[in-house]
Structures are given as C-alpha cells and as structure tokens.
C-alpha cells in the first residue's frame, strides 16, 4: 500500500456530453469517489460549449482535487466535422487538467476496454457492468461517466508501467 492514495480523474470526451469519474487507487485497491457529466448546451456556438465544458471540468477538478488525470483517446469518425468537433472537444479535456497542473495520460479505447473488461472489442454495456463490479458503490447513472470511471480505472492499472517507461527513457536520454 502507498502512504497515500492517488486520486485520479478520468475523462470520456464528448462536445454534447463530457463524462468524468474519480477513483482512489491506493496500491492495487480501487474506490470510486464520483461521476458524473459534463453537459453543453446545443444551441450555443461552438466557441461557448467549448467553454461550458472548460468551465465544468475546471470546477470538479477544484471541488475533487486529483493527483492525476487519464483522457480517452478519440477513435476516427466518418464525419469529418464530427472528428474535428470531438477534437476540439478532446482538446479542452486535455488542456484542463493541465492547466491545473496535473499529468495527464492518454489511452486508447480498445487498452481501457481490455483493461477493464478483459477483451478490447467490448460493448458499452460490459464495460459499465463491469465498472460496477469493480467499484461496487459506483453510482454512474450515464454510459459517458461510466466510461470515464473505466477511463481512470485503466490508469490506476497502468500509472505504474508509464512511470518505469519514463524512468528509462530518462535515463537513456542522459
């Protein structure tokens, strides 16, 4: 067990809804803290959901406090305004938490989907079920905050590998 537990916010980017999720990983235990949803209103311009959603995740990092934060990674959309959209979107998940001066890591669905469910090409459904069952008092009430809490449940899982890789890669540099 660690002295303390990191605290570690996951985020689900979305520019109608943001989903992020809190979890305590303290060695190889996990407790959920929140969720929840970051909402934009549709009928604002581009530039103003940006900020709703800037403006939304900023306050949960100032009322929760992580030590950490993980985004997922944006899968290639059909739509090319779609993607730029979600990228922008994403952009703002990124920036945030960086803004608050926490390192922030990224992962692709298909490593949170295995991570948290055993097999990369898992369906929304198995991935909200089995956050439940590994983080029993949960209470995500939208797939977006349940896919944010699998968003920081694979980082707790994999924090300690980035960091080794890092210490490597620093020493290598050296």
Not at 16 to 30: C, F, M, P
């Amino acid at each position: 067990m660690s002295a303390t537990p990191i605290r570690i916010l996951g985020i689900d980017p979305g520019l109608r809804n943001t989903g992020w999720g809190l979890v305590e990983s303290d060695g190889s235990r996990l407790a959920f803290v929140a969720c929840g949803t970051v909402r934009s209103d549709a009928d604002e311009t581009l530039a103003a959901r940006l900020r709703q959603l800037h403006d939304g995740l900023s306050a949960i990092i100032a009322a929760h406090e992580p030590h950490e934060a993980a985004v997922e990674e944006t899968f290639v959309n059909r739509d090319p305004q779609s993607a730029l959209k979600l990228g922008q979107a994403r952009g703002v998940a990124l920036l945030v938490p960086a803004l608050a001066g926490l390192q922030v890591a990224e992962y692709a669905a298909n490593l949170i989907k295995k991570t948290v469910v055993g097999a990369g090409h898992a369906e929304k459904a198995q991935v909200a079920m089995m956050v439940r069952v590994l983080l029993p008092k949960c209470d995500a009430k939208s797939a977006d905050a349940a896919d944010a809490l699998a968003v920081a449940i694979c980082h707790a899982q994999h924090r300690g590998a980035r960091a080794l890789a890092a210490g490597y890669a620093a020493k290598a540099t050296r």
